[in-house]
């Protein structure tokens, strides 16, 4: 079959694109299109009342922001046990929630994937070699080794997609974060019985971008709320891009309104609103037993000095 057009010197891509709608158009039967249409808002209607607020506590994060300010715009992208709230025009997640239960001891540790993978799902297509010779680390929102260990290879490679990932310093990515990433898993969801962990950037002025890709917006700092859902208690932290990466996680300790501020996003909104203040104004490290982990280095760090300790 022949489209019915040829590619010239000098026809816009508009016009190109108006030529091969009125074709389709013309080819395919109004009855497919109809039927389309209703198979298309019938799955975004599973996507908006059953499958995202499956995946959340207390509603999906919304922008406190006006939205005629496309910094607060997001989109939710599902992925296998996490959202998404994505921002092209950023090229970083807002927001990314999941839930963590106790992990199984000595359970398979996964390969670690040796890239990150561009999201089709993506307008700005952000690629692993943006952040080439930047200074940055490809930071996880949703942890690699936790979703790994609790929802299996395919989540584990979801996490390796772009719009899960945002520009983190080096001491932030693999020490400082990586102990909170760790505190989370092992310490208070065991504490908690299961937690949901809401986390992602914030952005202050001025706008600084990776310097290999205009498309990805740097952060100033990231933030990380753990909610029990059942005690309805929360710990926030928001943790500069600058750190040494040995401080102790309490330095860090702010309350949920303090990221709600910060970041312009409003959390478990679908609390009653009595409930909802109350657990957003407190700081309560004692109910998560958090001096027990505050100054615990990372595996991966007690690795590192394993090796060398073994060297002669």
Not at 141 to 168: C, K, W
Request: net charge neutral; glycine share 6%; with cysteine.
């Amino acid at each position: 079959m022949t489209i019915p057009f040829m590619v010239r010197s000098g026809r816009s891509p508009f016009r190109l694109a108006m030529v091969l709608g009125r074709w389709l158009l013309r080819l395919v039967p109004p009855g497919i299109w109809l039927l389309a249409a209703v198979m298309l808002g019938a799955w975004q209607v599973y996507e908006m009342r059953v499958a995202q607020p499956r995946m959340s506590w207390m509603g999906l994060p919304r922008a406190q922001f006006d939205w005629s300010t496309p910094n607060s715009w997001f989109r939710v992208l599902r992925n296998q046990g996490f959202l998404v709230g994505y921002s092209d025009w950023r090229g970083n997640p807002l927001w990314v929630c999941y839930r963590l239960s106790p992990a199984r001891e000595n359970g398979p540790a996964l390969k670690r994937p040796s890239r990150f993978y561009a999201d089709w799902r993506a307008l700005n297509r952000v690629r692993h070699e943006d952040y080439a010779g930047s200074g940055y680390d490809h930071g996880h929102m949703a942890p690699n080794h936790a979703i790994s260990v609790l929802y299996g290879r395919e989540a584990q490679e979801d996490t390796f997609l772009l719009t899960n990932i945002t520009p983190q310093r080096p001491n932030l990515n693999r020490r400082l974060w990586e102990r909170l990433e760790e505190a989370e898993l092992d310490h208070f969801a065991p504490r908690a019985g299961q937690v949901w962990v809401y986390t992602g950037p914030v952005f202050e002025a001025p706008l600084e971008r990776l310097k290999a890709s205009w498309r990805v917006e740097i952060p100033d700092a990231f933030y990380k709320i753990v909610v029990a859902p059942d005690s309805r208690k929360a710990i926030a932290f928001i943790m500069p891009q600058n750190v040494e990466g040995n401080e102790p996680l309490d330095h860090y300790l702010v309350s949920v309104d303090s990221v709600e501020r910060r970041t312009g996003l409003d959390f478990f909104h679908e609390l009653d609103d009595a409930a909802e203040n109350r657990m957003e104004a407190e700081v309560d490290p004692d109910f998560w037993r958090l001096q027990d982990v505050a100054h615990k280095a990372g595996r991966y760090h007690r690795a590192e000095h394993q090796v060398a300790g073994s060297k002669p």
